[in-house]
């Protein structure tokens, strides 16, 4: 037994060391790049979307405030004051959704995450969510002209922690708050896929995220919805699903619906959408993911 035991360790130490050299650097860099970005870039973001107001981009307004979106480092609870500010400034609801969605999605530390997983799967994640922000404020646009889409009530600036006049300081303050907010998650998904490819034969995972013909898609933006916790606990996950046959357009699938459903971006979205728009969001996010899988794994059967 003991032998079994000591056996099994070692299989674990294997897989998890292996998959922590894969990712770790990926994981420190996008912690730095984050904190540098919110601590001396996150201001001109901002003040580039307010600059937005003063230009007549009509519809194509969501293009660029999509874009933001991705490049703002603030997490969704950060993103709604400044959301709410940016709307007491006149900003429209359209430009709004279009930033808000593609930052529930993605942001700089998790576009450094995902390169972890191949030069295809973070271009298919970075246009992915970029056209999902695009898309969210053509809808807004379209379907809500007359009327209001977010209720921002409530709401001020939020408090800036990056305030030391040290700017050193600042900044490794900065990576230290990022440190333990992703940190532990890292290690747990490390953990995850070691037991995972450990226990969990190929052939599972081809039958449940292989199939090109929408069940494996479907499968995986259904299990984003409670699996999805945090960007740099699910990347080791999906690098050993990828590994072991899940197709990209899954991959896609499930990067769209985790986040978009995570329970802190949930609650945090819950607070400026009424119910029915609230139901929306969430039959969007499923489509707006269930078809893009399937686009992308009808485009990889082609070639």
């Not at 305030?163 to 907010?181: E, G, Q, S, Y």
């Amino acid at each position: 037994m003991i032998d079994i035991i000591r056996r099994e360790l070692i299989y674990f130490w294997f897989y998890f060391s292996v998959q922590f050299d894969q990712i770790a650097s990926y994981w420190a860099f996008g912690i730095f790049l984050g904190s540098v970005i919110s601590v001396f870039g996150k201001n001109k973001i901002h003040t580039l979307f307010t600059a937005m107001q003063n230009k007549h981009l009509g519809v194509f307004g969501v293009v660029p405030a999509s874009l933001l979106g991705i490049a703002s480092p603030l997490c969704m609870y950060g993103t709604i004051p400044i959301a709410a500010s940016f709307s007491r400034k006149g900003m429209r609801d359209d430009w709004l959704a279009a930033f808000m969605m593609s930052s529930i999605l993605l942001n700089p530390q998790l576009i450094i995450y995902s390169a972890a997983l191949g030069r295809t799967a973070l271009v298919i994640r970075f246009a992915s969510c970029f056209i999902c922000g695009i898309v969210a404020g053509l809808c807004v646009r379209f379907f809500y002209q007359n009327k209001n889409f977010f209720n921002f009530s409530g709401f001020a600036e939020p408090t800036n922690r990056d305030t030391d006049p040290n700017l050193l300081l600042r900044l490794l303050k900065n990576i230290w708050r990022n440190v333990k907010a992703t940190g532990g998650y890292f290690l747990v998904g490390i953990t995850l896929s070691a037991l995972f490819q450990r226990y969990v034969p190929s052939e599972a995972v081809i039958g449940l995220f292989g199939s090109q013909r929408g069940l494996g898609v479907l499968m995986a933006a259904t299990i984003g919805v409670p699996l999805y916790v945090c960007g740099g606990g699910t990347i080791p996950l999906l690098q050993g699903w990828l590994q072991k046959g899940m197709s990209m357009g899954s991959a896609a699938a499930f990067m769209i619906t985790g986040p978009a459903t995570k329970i802190t971006n949930l609650g945090a979205v819950k607070i400026v959408l009424g119910v029915r728009c609230f139901i929306l969001y969430l039959l969007f996010t499923m489509l707006f993911a269930f078809t893009t899988g399937v686009i992308i794994d009808c485009f990889f059967k082609m070639i």
